[in-house]
């Protein structure tokens, strides 16, 4: 059982991370570095650095973490279950516990497939690694929007019969004659109980289940129940949101977009966050 879990690993979840250790509370912390500041060719108003480049500021961001007691992990956190005065995490084929959580996972716009959510758990899955059992030796679809949605690909081939591709990501592939690529847009899920059917601009797929491989989820699919706005966590002044206990900072809370209020809502949710463990009695 952790003191606190902290679900993004970019600068709101690092200063999350630094504020609950100074504070003496255990620490996890899931994710990989944050793409949006390490493709910032130039950044010129953060304090106390004139001008640095977003590589060099992630790379002092992780010395940082790397100096304190600490846990990571870069396995996807697929949900967050509101327990009785704790937090089950599930990261692919783990399960974590927390007394408290910050999501700081950033802000994302694209906009999910159709039915996605109304068959998730029913047909559409997040976790190849979790659910390619279910699905062995039968057909399933796999729509990939990152790298990491190769090497599921490659991993389901192994179990599964047949595998569709559908790559809205631009890398190289290298997979077996059980998989076939359709460079498609997927528009929608069809199904009666559970999904049957990928519609595509173009064409269509049936399978037996489906898996969307992304970098993030919708929010209310991560936390059932969590309030938001959009493609952002309603918080309050001290950055709880409507679950006690848990608690949002960064891009993910809205506008504006910067590292330096990013970094300070991190600090804020971390000590308030503090706080709450320390009056659970």
Same mark, same amino acid.
């Given at each position: 059982?952790?003191?606190?879990?902290?679900?993004?690993?970019?600068?709101?979840?690092?200063?999350?991370?630094?504020?609950?250790?100074?504070?003496?509370?255990?620490?996890?912390?899931?994710?990989?570095?944050?793409?949006?500041?390490?493709?910032?060719?130039?950044?010129?108003?953060?304090?106390?650095?004139?001008?640095?480049?977003?590589?060099?500021?992630?790379?002092?961001?992780?010395?940082?973490?790397?100096?304190?007691?600490?846990?990571?992990?870069?396995?996807?956190?697929?949900?967050?279950?509101?327990?009785?005065?704790?937090?089950?995490?599930?990261?692919?084929?783990?399960?974590?516990?927390?007394? #408290?959580?910050?999501?700081?996972?950033?802000?994302?716009?694209?906009?999910?497939?159709?039915?996605?959510?109304?068959?998730?758990?029913?047909?559409?899955?997040?976790?190849?690694?979790?659910?390619?059992?279910?699905?062995?030796?039968?057909?399933?679809?796999?729509?990939?929007?990152?790298?990491?949605?190769?090497?599921?690909t490659k991993f389901l081939s192994e179990v599964c019969k047949k595998v569709y591709f559908v790559p809205a990501v631009n890398e190289d592939f290298d997979?077996?004659?059980?998989?076939?690529?359709?460079?498609?847009?997927?528009?929608?899920?069809?199904?009666?109980?559970?999904?049957?059917?990928?519609?595509?601009?173009?064409?269509?797929?049936?399978?037996?289940?489906?898996?969307?491989?992304?970098?993030?989820?919708?929010?209310?699919?991560?936390?059932?129940?969590?309030?938001?706005?959009?493609?952002?966590?309603?918080?309050?002044?001290?950055?709880?949101?409507?679950?006690?206990?848990?608690?949002?900072?960064?891009?993910? #809370?809205?506008?504006?977009?910067?590292?330096?209020?990013?970094?300070?809502e991190g600090q804020l949710a971390a000590l308030y966050a503090a706080d709450y463990i320390d009056n659970l009695g």
């Amino acid at each position: 059982m952790y003191d606190v879990a902290i679900i993004g690993k970019g600068p709101a979840g690092i200063s999350a991370a630094i504020n609950a250790k100074a504070r003496n509370k255990s620490v996890i912390i899931f994710g990989r570095d944050s793409k949006k500041v390490m493709l910032s060719p130039s950044i010129h108003n953060y304090p106390g650095f004139i001008e640095i480049k977003g590589p060099e500021l992630i790379e002092k961001l992780n010395n940082h973490l790397q100096t304190l007691d600490v846990h990571t992990s870069s396995k996807m956190v697929n949900m967050i279950y509101t327990m009785d005065g704790y937090f089950s995490i599930q990261a692919e084929t783990d399960m974590i516990e927390a007394k #408290t959580v910050i999501l700081s996972v950033g802000v994302d716009f694209k906009k999910s497939i159709e039915n996605e959510d109304k068959f998730l758990g029913s047909g559409v899955s997040y976790c190849a690694t979790c659910d390619a059992p279910l699905y062995k030796g039968k057909v399933v679809g796999v729509v990939g929007y990152n790298k990491e949605s190769i090497e599921e690909t490659k991993f389901l081939s192994e179990v599964c019969k047949k595998v569709y591709f559908v790559p809205a990501v631009n890398e190289d592939f290298d997979f077996s004659n059980n998989v076939e690529i359709i460079k498609d847009v997927p528009l929608k899920f069809e199904g009666d109980f559970t999904a049957k059917k990928l519609l595509l601009k173009n064409s269509e797929v049936e399978a037996d289940g489906f898996f969307v491989i992304k970098d993030s989820y919708p929010l209310g699919t991560l936390v059932p129940g969590l309030e938001v706005d959009g493609a952002h966590v309603k918080v309050n002044k001290n950055m709880e949101t409507n679950i006690k206990g848990l608690y949002a900072a960064g891009d993910i #809370t809205g506008k504006p977009y910067q590292i330096a209020k990013a970094v300070g809502e991190g600090q804020l949710a971390a000590l308030y966050a503090a706080d709450y463990i320390d009056n659970l009695g």
